[in-house]
């Protein structure tokens, strides 16, 4: 019986590597085509970061309202606003800081705003994570 259970731990450990290393690589063990709601409230809305990537990956605010985004993990994300390209394999290729902000993630439930005063359409990213790209559009 403890080698049943040996195996089983040691298979269990297998899987979690396995999943861990997909998700840090930029892969994903589902995939969903449904994009999650942001919380949104009467100041704006939250952007949740976990497993390398932004949740949502777009959001909508009125001019004046905030985004803030929460960290999902103790990973570190530096966001900047700017231009980017992305190749083929949905990682930037080429990106350009526009100096709007530059905030830091470090660890779990941490969070930091931004405040948007113009209206358009402005595109950030974590300088770190090359696959972490998202969008705020204000109306």
């Known amino acids: 019986m403890n080698t049943n ?5 040691t298979l269990a450990a297998a899987v979690l590597s396995t999943a861990l290393l997909s998700a840090a690589c930029g892969g994903s063990s589902t995939t969903s085509s449904k994009a999650s709601t942001p919380a949104v409230t009467a100041d704006g809305v939250t952007v949740n970061t976990g497993l390398l990537a932004f949740d949502p990956k777009t959001v909508n605010v009125k001019k004046g309202q905030t985004v803030t985004w929460v960290g999902g993990d103790n990973i570190t994300h530096v ?7 992305v190749g083929g394999d949905n990682l930037r290729t080429e990106q350009t800081d526009d100096k709007a902000f ?10 930091v705003s931004h405040t948007y005063s113009t209206t358009g359409t402005f595109t950030y990213y974590c300088t770190i994570h090359h696959g972490m790209n998202g ?4 109306s």
């Open 5 to 9: 259970r040996a195996r089983a731990a």
């Open 79 to 85: 966001l900047v606003e700017g231009d980017y390209k």
């Open 102 to 111: 530059n905030l830091k993630l470090t660890k779990k439930g941490q969070q």
């Open 135 to 138: 969008t705020v559009v204000v």
